[in-house]
């Protein structure tokens, strides 16, 4: 599909895997460039690209000088930042009972955090009309004490979502979120195939099962084109039909 985004520069993090992996590849079939980063550009490595549309460099989200040296790199590469895909997380298990201060930052640094500190640093770059989306989980949407910091920590993801699509709306810089349920990445890497089927029986999946990568990437994508010009704001689910609120 043609979304109209060739020549146009994007920002993911987190794309050595999962929905991260599938975004940077969607955008590069639409003829995009596309810079991406993780704590690992080692995994980068075997992204199929044109010559001069792939940049990987090394990021970590929740340290500034990171960030600060990933962006200014690809604003010298390839000048304007047009799209910016925040999909870079890590969860932190546990009870209330016993995430400690330090697991509470922590997941709050490589979630809410990164998401703040990379549109903050990518919006120099960005003209206006410009994208973003952020990554988030139903989870911030519908709280389940089995993911208790992300039930937190995620909500504060969308709420800084449509926070900033109201302040950027002028520039119109379109900001939304893809908010995820079940959906086969590198967090899950390892299960048995019957934990899979326990998880989607536990939360009633109407769909039955987890979805794949793609299916995650081609809603972000198409957030990223004109073909969703009038959105902003938005939280969308990605959940296979798990999500029970209204």
């Not at 929740?62 to 604003?75: G, L, P, Y």
């Not at 895909?85 to 979630?111: E, R």
């Amino acid at each position: 599909m043609n979304l109209g985004l060739a020549g146009q520069v994007a920002i993911v993090t987190g794309g050595s895997r999962g929905i991260g992996r599938a975004v940077v590849e969607e955008l590069l079939d639409e003829g995009a460039r596309v810079a991406t980063g993780s704590r690992h550009p080692e995994d980068l490595a075997g992204i199929e690209a044109p010559p001069g549309h792939l940049l990987t460099l090394p990021l970590d989200v929740t340290d500034v000088d990171s960030i600060e040296n990933f962006v200014a790199t690809v604003s010298e590469t390839w000048g304007a930042v047009h799209m910016l895909v925040n999909n870079a997380g890590k969860a932190y298990p546990g009870s209330f009972a016993t995430l400690s201060d330090q697991d509470w930052q922590n997941d709050i640094n490589v979630k809410l955090m990164a998401q703040v500190r990379m549109c903050r640093r990518v919006l120099k770059e960005m003209p206006d009309g410009g994208r973003i989306v952020n990554l988030t989980a139903i989870f911030g949407k519908q709280p389940n004490p089995r993911f208790f910091a992300s039930s937190v920590n995620r909500a504060s993801c969308s709420s800084f979502t449509k926070t900033l699509a109201k302040e950027l709306a002028p520039r119109s810089i379109r900001v939304n979120a893809v908010s995820i349920g079940f959906i086969h990445s590198g967090q899950w890497e390892g299960r048995p195939e019957g934990f899979f089927t326990e998880l989607v029986d536990e939360f009633r999946v109407p769909l039955g099962r987890f979805g794949d990568a793609v299916e995650a990437s081609h809603p972000i994508v198409f957030l990223l084109s004109d073909a969703a010009s009038y959105l902003t704001g938005v939280v969308l689910d990605v959940d296979g039909g798990m999500a029970a609120y209204l």
